[in-house]
């Protein structure tokens, strides 16, 4: 059974920082593209940021740009999501996907974790 499961999320005020992890099992994603996104109350799921399968390539939505750092080592089925600066539109829960191409519209990349919250206090 192949399983992403994210950690890391919490609470934390305005201009904080958290780091997410998300680790795979049941299937080796050492090959496959891996990254976030998010859904806030009320809102579609959006993509944040993704990494190619050898940390190389990267790509960010552009509210998250310059704040959020992507990355994962070689061929790894760990990713962590470093997030700086947070505010309080950054609130949302936040899951992990991986596939074999990139996909930025909500349905993501293939597979998909259960989330972590992320709540961001003014």
């Known amino acids: 059974q192949v399983q992403l499961v994210e950690s890391g999320g919490g609470l934390v005020q305005a201009g904080g920082s958290l780091r997410l992890s998300c680790a795979a099992s049941?299937?080796?994603?050492?090959?496959?593209?891996m990254g976030w996104f998010r859904q806030a109350p009320g809102k579609e799921r959006e993509f944040v940021a993704v990494v190619s399968w050898t940390g190389a390539y990267t790509q960010y939505a552009d509210s998250v740009k310059d704040r959020f750092t992507i990355s994962r080592r070689y061929a790894s089925d760990i990713v962590y999501l470093q997030m700086n600066n947070l505010k309080p539109e950054d609130t949302a829960v936040y899951y992990c996907?991986?596939?074999?191409?990139?996909?930025?519209?909500?349905?993501?990349?293939?597979?998909w974790g259960q989330g972590t919250q992320v709540t961001v206090s003014s």
């Open positions: 049941g299937r080796t994603f050492s090959h496959y593209y």
């Open positions: 996907s991986g596939g074999p191409t990139i996909v930025t519209g909500p349905i993501g990349l293939g597979y």
